[in-house]
Nanobody, 125 residues
Framework: QVQLVESGGGLVQAGGSLRLSCAAS????????VGWFRRPPGKEREYVGG????????YYLHSVQGRFTISRDDAKNTVYLQMNSLKPEDTAVYYC??????????????????WGQGTQVTVSS
């Protein structure tokens, strides 16, 4: 098990950028694939993207492709979500999640058993 803590959320104007961090405590974080999810106000949780254990593979929701970048620094036990060209529709609580059953992770939120508490991202128009 790992404990995850997100940070970096806040209020930003449309077109701006934020970088979210997902810091993990516990051993062997490099054995976990990590996914980012978000829950927009009044909507279901959705997969934003993920990164494989090795960090060599990343996956993105179509609507964030080209704007968001996921990376990991296992020396710091941290995964990042760099968000550029933010839009009001990106407003949501963002969560990171980790699972070790699959090298490449999954978009299915119920497959993850380690979750952070979430961080609010609000994009004003």
């Amino acid at each position: 098990q790992v404990q995850l803590v997100e940070s970096g959320g806040g209020l930003v104007q449309a077109g701006g950028s934020l970088r979210l961090s997902c810091a993990a405590s516990g051993r062997s974080f490099n054995m976990y694939a990590v996914g980012w999810f978000r829950r927009p106000p009044g909507k279901e949780r959705e997969y934003v993207g993920g990164i494989s254990r090795s960090g060599n593979s990343t996956y993105y929701l179509h609507s964030v492709q080209g704007r968001f970048t996921i990376s990991r620094d296992d020396a710091k036990n941290t995964v990042y979500l760099q968000m550029n060209s933010l839009k009001p529709e990106d407003t949501a609580v963002y969560y990171c999640a980790a699972e070790k059953a699959r090298d490449f992770g999954t978009s299915r939120w119920w497959e993850y058993d380690n979750w952070g508490q979430g961080t609010q991202v609000t994009v004003s128009s």
